[in-house]
């Protein structure tokens, strides 16, 4: 068994086995690898297929053998590391950024799609009542529910109706934050999903911390590919999870840049 720790900076890759496969939910698989890592819940590693590239991925689970929970978009990166089974080797480099703070009371979660994978760990680890608000766009998408169950009290929301509460999760958050008193709310997921969170949060006067996604080559805050504009706030050093208030006037729930540079905007539901 591998245990390690790397401290803020550049990180060597390490060869890692893959202790077990489990396929989770439609296109969705966990990689449990034979290491153990000083990581919190909220923060990342990257994950290499080796020949192939590395890629930002958080953990699943931080509590013995980490985890990465890897959802396939048809991608070469992910074919490849879809075709990897028990007993393969990826390499490991992390853990990196800010992840949760780790706080105390009722509490509202809200998981978009394979957004719930920071959160599972964040509810194991909260001191207090949770809720998760688990939305996807089918049923076929829904991931973690009876993990989730044995810590937290669980909202379904499907796009289509087919199990659950047909609307998105964020539609529901005021009326769940109402009911359950909660003092604290934490997000991941489609960024107009959680834009319109930090707006709930900052209008309730509720912290709230939100977990973001960006294209990320370094990982350390060297290369500048993940920073908010104009804030200038790196997503893999100084997040990925944000406090909302410091996200106010930033790109976040506007717009992301590819590759190349090039503004994407974003709509809002």
């Known amino acids: 068994m591998k245990e390690f720790s790397r401290p803020y900076g550049v990180a060597e890759t390490r060869p890692v086995t893959i202790k077990k496969v489990v396929n989770e939910c439609a296109n969705?698989?966990?990689?449990?690898?034979?290491?153990?890592?000083?990581?919190?819940?909220?923060?990342?590693?990257?994950l290499l297929v080796p020949a192939v590239d590395e890629r930002p991925m958080s953990f699943s689970n931080v509590?013995?053998?980490?985890?990465?929970?890897?959802?396939?978009?048809g991608g070469e990166y992910t074919k490849k590391l879809f075709a990897l089974k028990k007993g393969d080797l990826v390499g490991v480099r992390g853990p990196y950024g800010k992840g949760f703070k780790i706080g105390r009371g009722p509490a509202v979660f809200v998981a978009?799609?394979?957004?719930v994978t920071p959160l599972l760990p964040l509810t194991k680890a909260w001191k207090g009542d949770v809720?998760?608000?688990?939305?996807?766009?089918?049923?076929?998408?829904l991931c973690f529910k009876k993990e989730l169950k044995k810590h937290a009290n669980i909202i379904i929301t499907t796009d289509d109706?087919?199990?659950?509460?047909?609307?998105?999760?964020?539609?529901?958050?005021?009326?769940?934050?109402?009911?359950?008193?909660?003092?604290?709310?934490?997000a991941c997921g489609p960024e107009p999903m959680m834009n319109a969170i930090m707006d709930i949060g900052l209008s309730m006067n509720i912290p709230t911390?939100?977990?973001?996604?960006?294209?990320?080559?370094?990982a350390t805050g060297f290369c500048g590919q993940c920073t908010l504009d104009p804030s200038?706030?790196?997503?893999?050093?100084?997040?990925?999870?944000?406090?909302?208030?410091?996200l106010v006037g930033t790109e976040f729930g506007v717009y992301h840049r590819d590759k190349t540079g090039v503004k994407h905007y974003f709509r809002r539901k």
């Open 131 to 141: 809720t998760v608000i688990l939305g996807a766009k089918t049923s076929k998408e």
């Open 209 to 218: 911390q939100l977990s973001l996604e960006r294209i990320m080559t370094c």
């Open 161 to 186: 109706g087919s199990e659950g509460t047909k609307t998105f999760p964020h539609l529901i958050l005021e009326e769940t934050l109402t009911k359950t008193k909660a003092k604290n709310i934490a």
């Open 28 to 46: 969705v698989k966990t990689f449990i690898l034979d290491c153990q890592m000083k990581a919190q819940p909220g923060q990342f590693g990257m």
């Open 112 to 115: 978009g799609g394979i957004g």
């Open 63 to 73: 509590k013995g053998d980490v985890s990465f929970t890897v959802k396939s978009y």
């Open 232 to 246: 200038g706030l790196r997503v893999c050093a100084d997040g990925p999870v944000f406090d909302a208030n410091d």
